[in-house]
């Protein structure tokens, strides 16, 4: 643990990676680590002042501990920014009084039907979805709205269980294995155009469009690869601006990052989903790089006004991200990354995989095996590098079934 300094400002880090516990110390708190005792490792120690081991989803455990520990020592500010995290760290702040978002605009984006119900109640956008437990159900929906319909889980993350309806057959081999106990899905018209997602910060119930980011998508809704900016018009730019401020005011959120996406269409930009925290995929990377403002620090500082909320910046070039795919099976040779490391633009390789690790199908996001950031001059000549050097990272896997009789 790092040695204490009652000078600085505490903040309470609920779960998530150890990078944005550095970030916080980077910005001059003094941080604890609330997480899991299971997932709590060396490198939070690191980049942590204290730590409580804890299931922090539990609010009758949660609470009587985080006012404990501002008792001893008051905290400034409690923050997350990972979706288990985001109501507990609601929670707490309502529970001491502290600046940030309550738990309840944590509730309602998590909720997909929630908050289409809100915003078209709000009068912001209306667009047509249900909640459909049977066959029957998406059927009667198909029919009325007609066809491709997207279904999801309404609170679902990671792109995970997304698929697209196309036909009667579609409809019910959707609910195969399905049974009465699980809860229901959601359907939606599908959305034709080109997605992106909007980057914003907020302080005080005033929001600042800081990027567009630009997403690529496979078969299964899963997300290939991102650049920022995104290559879309300026006239655009007004018309998805009033949308994600417009979202942002009807779900109650007035402090820290927010990752809306949104389906640029022919009749103008509808949103798909937001999300009170900083977009996943390493896009506040990508928005470090291309535009300047650091998302991680905002995070902490904005809420508490260490930081002026950032006019929206132009950008100085683009960064993008791809992933890296590989067969389903066993790891048998991961080749290349020396070579994506050094390759032009190149700031970033990360593979997560190794001899002996097992891949699975690529069916949401925590499903892909590694990933490159790279930057050029413009969107088109950083995607073009961030991919070379990812498809050129080999992972040779083997099938999983031919290990077993050796």
Not at 332 to 342: D, I
Not at 348 to 374: F, H, L, Q, T, W
Not at 390 to 404: L, M
Request: with cysteine; net charge negative.
């Amino acid at each position: 643990m790092k040695k204490q300094d009652s000078t600085k400002p505490r903040v309470l880090v609920i779960a998530g990676r150890a990078g944005k516990l550095k970030a916080a110390v980077d910005a001059g708190f003094e941080v604890v680590y609330a997480q899991h005792t299971e997932l709590f490792a060396d490198h939070h120690r690191a980049a942590s002042h204290e730590a409580v081991l804890l299931d922090y989803t539990r609010p009758e455990r949660l609470l009587p501990v985080v006012a404990g520990l501002h008792r001893a020592a008051p905290l400034a500010l409690v923050a997350s920014f990972t979706d288990p995290g985001l109501e507990p760290a609601g929670l707490a702040t309502e529970h001491l009084g502290l600046p940030g978002n309550p738990a309840s605009v944590s509730v309602l984006l998590r909720d997909k039907y929630a908050l289409r119900t809100r915003l078209a109640e709000a009068g912001v956008e209306s667009h047509p979805c249900a909640l459909v437990e049977s066959a029957a159900g998406l059927r009667d929906f198909c029919e009325r709205h007609g066809y491709p319909v997207v279904l999801k889980p309404r609170d679902g993350t990671g792109s995970e269980n997304v698929r697209r309806i196309e036909s009667p057959e579609d409809v019910e081999r959707a609910f195969d294995g399905r049974t009465g106990q699980q809860p229901p899905l959601l359907a939606e018209r599908f959305l034709v155009g080109k997605e992106i997602s909007v980057e914003t910060v907020s302080q005080h119930g005033r929001h600042s469009v800081l990027a567009f980011t630009e997403k690529f998508i496979d078969e299964n809704f899963v997300e290939c690869g991102h650049v920022v900016p995104a290559r879309v018009g300026p006239e655009h730019r007004p018309a998805v601006e009033r949308l994600v401020t417009g979202v942002l005011d009807a779900a109650g959120l007035t402090e820290g990052c927010a990752h809306t996406e949104v389906m640029l269409t022919d009749a103008g930009p509808v949103s798909i989903e937001s999300h009170n925290r900083m977009g996943g995929d390493r896009i506040y990377e990508l928005v470090r790089l291309s535009h300047g403002p650091d998302l991680e620090r905002l995070g902490f500082t904005l809420p508490l006004g260490i930081d002026p909320l950032p006019e929206p910046p132009a950008p100085t070039g683009a960064a993008a991200i791809w992933f890296v795919r590989a067969e389903p099976g066993r790891v048998v040779e991961v080749e290349g990354t020396e070579q994506a490391e050094k390759a032009e633009g190149v700031q970033e390789v990360a593979v997560n995989v190794e001899p002996g690790s097992e891949v699975r199908p690529v069916r949401s996001s925590a499903d892909r095996v590694g990933y490159v950031i790279a930057t050029g001059e413009d969107a088109d000549s950083a995607v073009e590098r961030a991919r070379a050097a990812a498809e050129g990272i080999r992972v040779r896997t083997e099938p999983v079934a031919a290990q077993a009789h050796l």
